[in-house]
C-alpha cells in the first residue's frame, strides 16, 4: 500500500495519511469515482456538525452518493449499476470516513444492500430499481420475527433495531423465521419503507449520524418472490446469479467479502486519531512544565499505536484483495478463504481500536471536552467494535476449529 506525504509550510513532515495512491487495479471508471469520493471528503467533513446533531445523514449527501454513483458501486449494471468490485466499495468508505465515519457507514450498508438486492428473484429487483433506479435499501437482518404464511406470500409482524440510513431508504430488508417441514429457514424479506413504521430511538454513544433508528413491521405483507434464503447468499447460490451471470460477485459467499463492508469505517477512525494525536501534541506543555513531544512515553506510545493501525490496515486490505481477486477470476471462494477473511477482518478491527486505546491514554484528560473531535472518534470506535461483525470469538473459533482439522 502506498502512502502520500504531504511537507507542511515550516518543513516538518505531518504523520503519513496513508492515503491509498497505489489505483493500478482499477479501471478507468473505477479510478474516477474514487476520485469523486477524495473530493467529497471536505464536504463530509463540513456536514459532520449537522449529521450528528440530527442524528441522521443530510439528504444532501445522500443525493450526492446517488448522483455520482458511490451507492450503486455493487448495483447490477442491468439496473444501471456499476457493478464493480468490493473491493472499491471498501476504500471508498474509508475515505469518506474520514469526512464523516457516520456518512461513510451508511454509505457501506446502501452499497452492500445494491449487491444483496441483485441477489433476490428478478422481479423483487424490477420491484425495488425498475422505476427508480437510484432507491437505496436499508436493513434489520437478525431475524426478530416468524413470517406467518398468507396467500402469495408471508406476513411478518416485528420490531428490529439498527436500521442504518432508513429514513433515506425506499426499501428495508429485514430477516425472518419461516417454518416448512417440521423445521425453518432464515429469510431475507423486501419490504417497502411506506409500510414501515419508524421509531426515533438512535440516542447513542457513538455513530450518532447514522440514524439507525428501530423500525416496526405491523402484519405487513410480504410477496413470495420478495425473498432470498440467508443459506443461498452464503454458499452464493440465488436467484439473481441466473439474472446476472456476467456477475461473478452475485456467484460469492457473502461472508467472503461483506464482513469488510463496515470495517473500513473502523480504519478510517484509527488514522484520523493517529494524525490529531501526532498533530497536536507537537509542542504542547502539560501543567506549563513539560514539553509532551519530548517524553519517551509519549513516543513509545505513538510509535505503538502507528505499527498497530499499520498492520491493521495492511492484513485487511491485503486479505480482501485475495479474496476480491478469486471472486473476479470466477474462481471459487473456498470455506478457507471465507473463514481466513473473517478472521482477518475481526482481527484487523481490534488491533485498529487497539492502537486508538493507546492514542487515547497518551493524550491525558484532553479526551473529555466535547471540542475535541477525538472524544467523538472514540465513541465511534466503541461503536463499530460493538457489531456483530467484530465479534472475536464468531471469528477465531471456527478458525481454530479448521485448524485442528474439525468441521460442522
Sequence with gaps: MATEQVIESNGRAPLPSYRMVDDSWMND???RLFSEALDLVGVLKEREGDCMRERNVP?????RFRETGLSRI????RYGGMQSSPLLLSRVVEELAMGCPSSAWVLSVFGEHAWV???FPEQAQDDVWGANPLAVVASSLA???TAQPAKGGYRITGTYPFASGCRHAEWLIVGAWVEHDGGRSLQYMLVPMSEVTILDDWQTLGLRGTGSNTVALNDVFVREHRMVSDAGLKKGETPG???HPDYPLLKAPRAAFAIFTQLPVTLALARLVLEHTGLT????VSRGMTTLSDSQI???KLGEASADIDAAIFVAHRRHRHVADLIASGRSVSVEDAQAAHRDSVWANRVARRGIETLVSATSAEIVHDRNPLQSWYRDSLTTGSHFGANWDAAMVPYGRMLLGMTG
Excluded: N
Design 241 to 243: 446469479s441466473a439474472v
Design 281 to 284: 501534541m507537537r509542542g504542547r
Design 143 to 145: 431475524p426478530r420475527a
Design 59 to 63: 439528504k444532501a449527501t445522500v443525493d
Design 74 to 77: 455493487l448495483q447490477p449494471k
Design 298 to 300: 509519549i513516543q513509545c
Design 29 to 31: 471508471a473505477e479510478r
Design 117 to 119: 438486492v441483485g441477489c
